[in-house]
């Protein structure tokens, strides 16, 4: 099949951007959300922070004035450790000075100067933490206090929240789902994202783990979303990431509950190339491979104190960059 006849098939799904769910760069989130949106995604997910989606909400205005295009705002927090909300840390003062920086070379949002990290700019890849020859750099947790989630709730009223989980945990996944509801913050649509991540969790033990998120969250009434995280994140290192989230669609997709499905972790330019004619997902979320296809363009445009969408040719090739990434899903 050629490229033409697949984007065929698989036309009008629904796509996400996924900002990074520990990702603060107000400035950065400000252009993506409006480079996107333009782009034509339906929804965009980003870190529960209200400064964060005063940003997006900024990007995702200027579309709606100069595109018409509107996507939904979606919060992600999470009922327990994960790796989708941590920051990497170290301390310069130590770092010897003949380094070669790996660590800055390798960092894909530009976050790391000779002032360490930029806490704001890191949205928790790990890449630098494996490029340290020297190990000297940490990860630290950094989420949501459930205390805090009901506040955060009223404060950015999304239209959306997906709530990171993991198999064994469906006690925590119950609190956050009775603090959402008791917050009274009406949504219109709530994800569950899990993955495989336990290494010896099979295909039967995630959807058994879904089919008790969707008992859970009867009670909201809302449209639901299964995420599969075919891969914790990072669609930028390679094509062949993208296998793993099909893999792991085509196995689940006979066994979820009711919902949309949507395949993430891992995905990229490349995941429509690994499905077949008669398997194709009702949508996908793209993370790190989004951001990363158009950041040169925005760290350009902030060297001249500009927003993106202030620079009207910059902006064009911005918005044709992430198109790349989704005609194959919204031709
Ligand atoms: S490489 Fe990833 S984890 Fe390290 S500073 Fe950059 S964004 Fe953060
Ligand atoms: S690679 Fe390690 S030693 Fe080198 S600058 Fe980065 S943190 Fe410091």
Redesign the pocket.
Known sequence: MNTTQQNKIISNKWVKLICGASNEDTGSIEDICAIYSAAGVDYIDIAADPSVAEAARKGINWSKKTYGKNPGLMISISDGKDIHFRKAK?DPKI??PN?K????NICPTFAISEYGVSKNKCYGCGRCIS????N??TEYEYQLSQESLKDILLKIKPDAVEIHTEINRKDAFQKISKIIKDSGVKLKKISVSCGLAQSNAQPKDLAKAFWERYEILSEHNVQLIWQLDGRPMSGDIAATTAKAAVKLWERMQPILPPGLIQLAGGTNGNTYKFLKKDKIPDGIAFGSVARKLVQPLIEETFKTNQKIYENPEKMAQAIEKAKTLLDPWKS
Do not use: K, M
Not at 101 to 104: H, I, L, Q, S
Not at 131 to 134: A, F
């Open positions: 170290f770092c010897p380094c920086r790996p660590c800055e490029s340290c020859p020297l000297l750099i």
